[in-house]
């Protein structure tokens, strides 16, 4: 007698996503703009980046956000650029006080996992000691 067994299979696939909802934003000099970044990660501790691409230039760096750290600014960052992680509404807006001509680009949002949860950092102060 041939047994036949079913199996159901059930693959979940979580994806970290995203999400910037202004196309577009024009507002005139001297005023505030806030680009929206809003993310979906599966990561305990996302971190957010900032880019901005001028006309026929690469995107560069400006600014990484997390929440457990004062994080890190790009070389072409200026006090008028400001962005924090909130966990709670899961995002990380960029804020651009007293708006400039120059300030004109695309802006881009990113996420980086980070993932290491026992958060720890290993450092050696004696050579003797160094595992070989």
């Known amino acids: 007698m041939n047994r ?4 159901l299979l059930i693959l979940s696939t979580t994806y970290d996503t ?3 909802l202004e196309f ?3 507002d005139s000099e001297g005023e505030m703009v806030k680009l929206s970044c809003g993310y979906k990660t599966t990561s305990s501790r996302p971190e957010l980046l900032w880019y901005r691409q001028r006309t ?3 995107p560069r760096f400006l600014l990484l ?3 457990y750290s004062a994080g890190q600014n790009g070389t072409d960052l200026t006090e008028r650029f400001h ?3 909130d966990s709670d509404s899961k995002s990380a807006p960029l804020t651009i006080w007293n708006l400039q001509v120059s300030d004109s680009a695309v802006y ?3 996420l980086r996992k980070h993932d ?3 958060g720890e950092c290993v450092q050696w102060e004696d050579t003797d000691t160094k595992p070989k």
């Open 108 to 110: 881009y949002c990113a």
């Open 83 to 85: 962005s924090n992680v």
């Open 4 to 7: 036949w067994v079913k199996t």
């Open 65 to 67: 956000r997390n929440e």
């Open 24 to 26: 577009q934003k024009i």
């Open 18 to 20: 995203v999400t910037q």
């Open 56 to 58: 026929n230039d690469f």
């Open 116 to 118: 290491n949860k026992r």
